[in-house]
């Protein structure tokens, strides 16, 4: 007897909390980074970020996520 193959949402639901769930982890470790030299620099708050300090790193994102989606279609080349 043969199972039932899984419905094709399953595997999606799957990948988000995956995903979710190291997008969370990592943006825990980098807020943590953050909080931590800023303290040793020895600021009473936090940082106050360039604009072109977050350009910067939403840029750098958007290339993270664009490697992550090529991962998707590495097989179909």
């Known amino acids: 007897m043969t199972s039932p193959s899984p419905?094709?949402?399953?595997?999606?639901?799957s990948v988000f909390i995956?995903?979710?769930l190291i997008g969370l982890m990592?943006?825990?470790l980098a807020a943590y980074f953050f909080a931590r030299v800023s303290e040793?620099?020895?600021?009473?708050?936090?940082?106050r970020l360039k604009t072109?300090?977050?350009i910067k790193l939403a840029i750098s994102v958007l290339g993270?996520?664009?490697?992550?989606?090529?991962?998707?279609t590495s097989g179909k080349k």
Do not use: C, F
């Open 64 to 72: 993270l996520v664009r490697q992550v989606t090529d991962l998707g």
């Open 26 to 28: 990592a943006g825990l």
């Open 52 to 54: 072109m300090d977050m």
């Open 18 to 20: 995956i995903g979710g």
């Open 40 to 47: 040793e620099n020895g600021s009473s708050g936090p940082t």
């Open 7 to 13: 419905r094709p949402s399953d595997w999606k639901l």
